[in-house]
């Protein structure tokens, strides 16, 4: 920065343009010396006297003061508007720079060649506590008074060292400025000289900042950073010391960043390892379409976050169950990376497999000890059954010879051994234990078995009505419900045993309201509503309280477990349904159980379709495998009849050799699942490895290792229970063939 300059006669050129004075120099010299030349030859060639060349050179002498004067006028005033025109520039530069000084953020401070204040903006009054009229004139140091903030030493006047060396300076860090009041502030600075010419330094150009606010942002800075430091390192020792583990993965390259010690010790790899993975290294091949199908909706959704639980596998290929709760992150629109904290839930996975077969077995102990509470009657039944079998079997040979009353005691004969089939059926269906999926069904049917097993097994002094108008279908277990019905209908039992009474079996179709589903936490919807009514001693509050309670008993000591209620309770949850009682003393007791209804229908049986046939005879061979010779006997007898040719065995290894000699020329395998030696199952598999195509049937009076599903699906084309009643063999035979 050069300030405006007093001007010397050497300036004037620089002033009215120096090729202008040249030139026009030049010009009055020649013209000076042409005229002086030319004027006194031209005199004395005119002038003819004395008197004239006299005259002559008065007017020459005036024509020469005219020109000039001229001359020099033009002169004057070109250097008079150019003069003018550098004062108004000065002028307007000397404006923009205090302008300048006003508006800067800093503090500057101009002095003489002498380190005297001579001009000093607002930034630096302000700092220095100096208004600029006392200020001017001042010696620099005095304005200006600055000390070391570490050692409070005064600090040399950065304005003498610029003048003594010639060079800019800079305040060394740690600089206080000591203001007129005696405020001290943190400040920086640079001194520059001012140089004018050859004349050298006129003076110094000081620059300086308050850094108070600077230095408070720097130590938050250094807060934050120290704070964002701390926070990281908790952070890390969050994630590394977290009880479930965590892992970081790149969505892009789908590769991991990072993983803490948990998720280590899951899997068994190290970190280094762990790091080299793909997240598609860790899981099974079921849980890969979950993780492909999370992905998709990852890049079309671009949701935050998902949980899901699926298998992964470690190191040595040991698999968890894990629930993975997951957090994405985007970048423009598009998945960067995600965080994931898994835990692992193999051993609460095991507890709930455990608790599940526990609480099967429960429900197997009930239906054992709802049977045998009901031993007695069945017991009564089947003898009475027996009797009339074995008293028409007296009759048949006594009129043996008597074709129609042999015909009518035969029949008689049949009757009574459907009669103990079903029972025997009613009594499996209710005690097997393995486990049913659920499926659309009507619930009349299971209500009518569990009312026919009842009418057989409770004494006489006890009245059963049923009403059954429902026609929805229920998504159930059949076996579940059938334990339900029978819970409720042994416990109304229990109620009449001595005195006797009604027991009153309903089923109708109900829609239920908000207002009546709220208490029992159901939503408003159709459902199928059962009411077991007893009229037996019936129960006061207190106990209404305990009914469902695990282990609560009215019954006396050894005569129940307390669990039947507990577990009927549990069956109406897991099927969406809610169970309600309403009792009174010596006023009976009402259950009534609500199940949502569907409006799925059920698929038809197979039963069905076997019935439709019309035509049972045939001339195929036949295979029967049976290890009990009268049951294999007579099969034989009744497929001869019907025209089959038949080959029987009673053991299933013989059955398999015989087959492997000629194995194209049995059409049809029947064989019974429960042998000595080889299994049915086992013999099945044989069969069909040798020749898929070949129809199986396979016969079973019980086996809980055997279902319908499982037998269908190892190929087998017919699965059926003993003793066949509502079809005969030989319409399931011709069925089955008919069918290839």
């Known amino acids: 920065m050069e300030p405006p300059e007093k001007k010397s006669n050497k300036d004037i050129p620089r002033l009215i343009g120096l090729p202008f004075a040249q030139g026009a120099t030049m010009l009055y010299l020649l013209f000076a010396g042409c005229w002086i030349y030319f004027s006194d030859q031209l005199l004395v060639m005119v002038a003819g006297t004395p008197e004239q060349l006299r005259m002559l050179s008065t007017a020459k002498g005036w024509l020469f003061v005219c020109f000039t004067g001229l001359f020099l006028f033009v002169i004057l005033a070109r250097f008079t508007a150019r003069v003018t025109q550098k004062h108004l520039e000065i002028r307007a530069q000397a404006q923009r720079y205090s302008i300048t000084l006003e508006a800067i953020g800093d503090g500057v401070i101009v002095t003489d060649s002498r380190g005297r204040v001579e001009l000093i903006n607002p930034v630096a009054e302000a700092l220095t506590g100096w208004p600029a009229s006392e200020a001017r004139g001042r010696p620099m140091h005095e304005v200006f008074s600055i000390v070391n903030e570490q050692t409070r030493e005064t600090v040399e006047d950065p304005s003498a060292k610029v003048l003594r060396d010639g060079i800019i300076v800079g305040l060394a860090n740690h600089t206080l400025l000591l203001a007129r009041d005696g405020t001290e502030r943190p400040i920086s600075d640079s001194g520059a000289p001012i140089r004018c010419g050859e004349e050298g330094i006129s003076g110094v150009v000081l620059v300086f900042r308050d850094q108070t606010e600077e230095r408070r942002a720097q130590a938050a800075l250094e807060q934050s950073r120290k704070r964002l430091q701390q926070s990281e390192e908790k952070y890390r020792g969050l994630v590394q010391h977290a009880p479930a583990g965590i892992c970081e993965f790149d969505m892009e390259q789908l590769k991991f960043i990072s993983v803490n010690d948990v998720m280590c010790e899951y899997t068994g790899y190290s970190h280094s390892e762990f790091l080299q993975l793909d997240p598609m290294d860790l899981l099974t091949s079921e849980s890969r379409e979950t993780f492909t199908s999370l992905m998709d909706d990852v890049y079309k959704n671009s949701p935050g976050e998902s949980s899901l639980e699926y298998r992964i596998k470690g190191k040595n290929n040991r698999e968890l169950w894990v629930l993975s709760n997951t957090r994405f992150f985007y970048e423009k629109g598009r998945p960067k990376t995600a965080m994931a904290v898994v835990n692992d839930l193999t051993e609460i996975r095991r507890a709930e497999e455990e608790r599940r077969r526990l609480e099967s077995q429960l429900q197997q102990v009930h239906k054992m000890e709802a049977i045998g509470t009901l031993a007695g009657g069945i017991a009564h039944d089947f003898n009475n059954i027996l009797a009339g079998i074995l008293g028409y079997c007296q009759l048949l040979k006594l009129n043996i010879n008597n074709s129609e009353k042999a015909k009518e005691h035969v029949e008689q004969i049949h009757t009574g051994a459907k009669r103990a089939s079903q029972l025997v059926k009613q009594i499996l269906a209710f005690s097997r234990g393995n486990q049913y999926e659920k499926f659309p069904q009507k619930l009349k049917p299971i209500a009518r078995e569990v009312v026919a097993l009842l009418r ?32 409720l209908c042994t416990n109304a039992y229990h109620a009449m045993r001595d005195e006797g009474g009604t027991m009153s079996i309903s089923m109708g179709d109900v829609y239920l309201g908000e207002e009546q589903t709220g208490e029992m936490q159901i939503p408003a919807g159709e459902y199928v509503k059962i009411d077991i009514t007893d009229t037996g001693c019936g129960m006061d ?60 229908t059920e698929p038809p049986g197979v039963d069905d379709q076997s019935r439709s046939m019309t035509s049972a005879r045939g001339s195929e061979t036949i295979m029967v495998v049976e290890d009990e010779p009268d049951i294999l006997e007579s099969t034989m007898e009744l497929l001869k009849d019907s025209g089959y040719r038949v080959e029987g065995y009673t053991d299933g290894k013989k059955a398999l050799t015989a087959f492997c000699q000629t194995p194209g020329e049995i059409d049809l395998v029947m064989t019974d699942m429960t042998m000595p030696g080889m299994t049915g199952e086992a013999l099945a598999k044989e069969l069909l490895q040798r020749r898929p195509d070949l129809p199986v049937v396979m016969c079973t009076g019980y086996n809980e290792n055997m279902s319908e599903t499982k037998a269908l699906g190892m190929g087998i084309r017919r699965f059926i229970e003993k003793p066949v009643v509502n079809q005969s063999i030989a319409d399931i035979i011709r069925s089955v063939l008919d069918e290839k």
Not at 568 to 588: C, F, L, M, N, Q
């Open 456 to 487: 057989s097994s409770i004494p006489a002094t006890i009245e059963i009505r049923e009403k059954f108008a429902s026609q929805s279908h229920v998504l159930a277990d059949s076996p579940k419900i059938h334990q339900v019905l029978m819970n």
């Open 541 to 600: 509050s207190e106990t209404l309280k305990k009914i469902f309670h695990p282990y609560f008993t009215t019954r006396e000591h050894g005569q129940g477990t307390g669990m039947g209620l507990t577990v009927v309770y549990s069956i109406v949850k897991e099927h969406h349904g809610a169970v309600t009682v309403d009792s009174r003393p010596e006023r009976g007791t009402t259950f009534t159980v609500y199940l949502p209804a569907t409006g799925e």
